[in-house]
């Protein structure tokens, strides 16, 4: 190994280390002056919160420089970024559902910071435990068994939470498995098309310039296309099953590099999405409201009971404007009991403006970029897809959750990675990270060259 080589990996981390003091101050700053702008004074969590986000940025940090010391230096910041700022948002909501008990919504601030320990702690765990990635081929069928009895237990549950099935309970917890089945799924298909790549890609018919898969190859592609189908029907559960059916669609034109697996994929969706959305009452209700978001404010909508957030989240983001009213400044009650959840970037869009709501989006597009950068660098087959099936997962999240929101697709009442109460969802999304984490180390390894090549009179000198 060259001294180059040698001096890339403490170069990586310095590089993430001066990244994580910026973010750390960032994050204590803007939960400062949010308290103050609402208060008038400095927060009294201020000494703890500090605390926590020190030990969240340098935990995981110091664990790098000892496992995984060539992981990306971006990846980390990142995330301890959004998360930070999901901690400032969350408790700065607090404030103001304090002062409105009507709103019957509890703290959340406290319990999510215990989540991110928890995440931090999975993620670190990945790094320590899981030296080679590959040692999750050999399980490939069993973790799809297992996510496929995750995925349908929501069904059984008893009632209901907000008209979705994606809970279950055990005692006063609750889990949404869907958020931990988005990874499972990820590494159950880099296993099998690594496998069955060559049959997919090399076989069937041209039609209109395009390859069709052969009839016997869209096996896969129906059985996930019906599976997806069942959750949206059994668990009304549109977010899980557009990010389910999303990542296969994206991971398998990746490893097939065929339009055409795309093409049916997206005539698929729309056809599924059409029939459930014009029977399930639940998704068509959404469907309703997103294509006239205002019709609850007349007195027929009022009537009916129709859901006000879809409109209120529009007038908060035209409130918002460019600069925004000032962090501590909107009103986030107006949504009532969403605020803190998928309905979080609307607080953002009002307070920190269309300036801060970009800000925000591009940090999550630096996070998926980074993800397909590792997928890039990686010679491995396997790495290489389950890096781009995490980072589509990221993608398809973000991008369910914001569409909602601003009024793009249907509401999903998924929760945004880092930012949106939900300790599911910000454990899953650690392990995420602690994923790419691993398989870019792994892969920046195997890059470095073996060795510096002899010099040509070092050859021609006689051995002894």
């Not at 988005?182 to 060559?198: D, E, M, P, Q, S």
């Not at 599976?227 to 034109?253: A, H, K, N, P």
């Not at 509401?411 to 930012?419: C, H, S, V, Y």
């Not at 390894?445 to 040509?456: A, C, L, Q």
């Amino acid at each position: 190994m060259t001294f180059a080589a040698l001096a890339q990996a403490p170069d990586r981390r310095r590089t993430e280390a001066w990244l994580l003091a910026l973010v750390v101050l960032i994050a204590v700053f803007g939960y400062a002056y949010a308290g103050l702008s609402m208060t008038g004074r400095l927060p009294s969590g201020l000494p703890l919160f500090t605390v926590a986000m020190l030990s969240v940025a340098w935990l995981p940090h110091l664990v790098l420089r000892r496992f995984a010391p060539r992981a990306d230096p971006l990846l980390l910041p990142l995330t301890t970024l959004l998360t930070g700022l999901g901690l400032v948002l969350l408790s700065r909501l607090d404030i103001t559902y304090k002062a409105h008990p009507g709103l019957q919504t509890p703290p959340a601030a406290t319990g999510q910071l215990v989540w991110t320990g928890i995440g931090v702690a999975a993620c670190t765990g990945v790094l320590v435990l899981l030296r080679d990635y590959r040692r999750l081929q050999r399980y490939l069928y069993l973790t799809m068994a297992v996510a496929l009895v995750l995925l349908m237990a929501p069904a059984f549950s008893h009632g209901d939470t907000y008209g979705a099935k994606r809970w279950i309970f055990i005692g006063p917890l609750s889990l949404q498995p869907g958020e931990f089945v988005k990874i499972a799924i990820a590494v159950f298909f880099a296993g099998y098309l690594t496998l069955n790549r060559n049959a997919l890609a090399l076989t069937g018919r041209r039609v209109l310039g395009m390859r069709l898969p052969p009839g016997r190859q869209l096996g896969p592609i129906f059985t996930i296309w019906a599976i997806s189908l069942m959750v949206l029907i059994f668990e009304r559960d549109l977010g899980t099953s557009l990010i389910f059916f999303g990542v296969f669609v994206i991971m398998l034109y990746v490893a097939t590099e065929r339009t055409s697996w795309v093409v049916c994929g997206l005539l698929m969706a729309v056809v599924g999405a059409g029939a459930v959305g014009s029977l399930e009452p639940h998704v068509h209700g959404r469907v309703t409201a997103w294509l006239d978001p205002m019709a609850a404010f007349t007195p027929e909508g009022m009537k009916a009971g129709l859901s006000q957030q879809l409109g209120e989240a529009l007038f908060s983001f035209g409130t918002g404007g460019v600069g925004g009213t000032g962090l501590g400044q909107g009103h986030p009650e107006l949504i009532r009991f969403a605020a803190n959840s998928d309905f979080i970037l609307t607080t953002v869009g009002e307070e920190l403006g269309l300036a801060g709501l970009m800000a925000v989006l591009m940090l999550y597009v630096l996070l998926a970029q980074r993800g397909l950068r590792v997928a890039l660098s990686s010679r491995d087959p396997f790495g290489k897809l389950l890096a781009v099936g995490l980072a589509s997962a990221l993608m398809l999240q973000v991008f369910v959750v914001s569409g909602g929101v601003t009024g793009l697709i249907p509401l999903t009442g998924k929760a945004l990675p880092f930012l949106a109460k939900g300790g599911s969802s910000l454990v899953a999304n650690w392990v995420m990270v602690g994923l790419l984490l691993r398989i870019s180390d792994t892969a920046q390894r195997r890059r470095e060259p073996e060795g510096p090549r002899p010099r040509r009179a070092d050859r021609l000198a006689p051995q002894t």
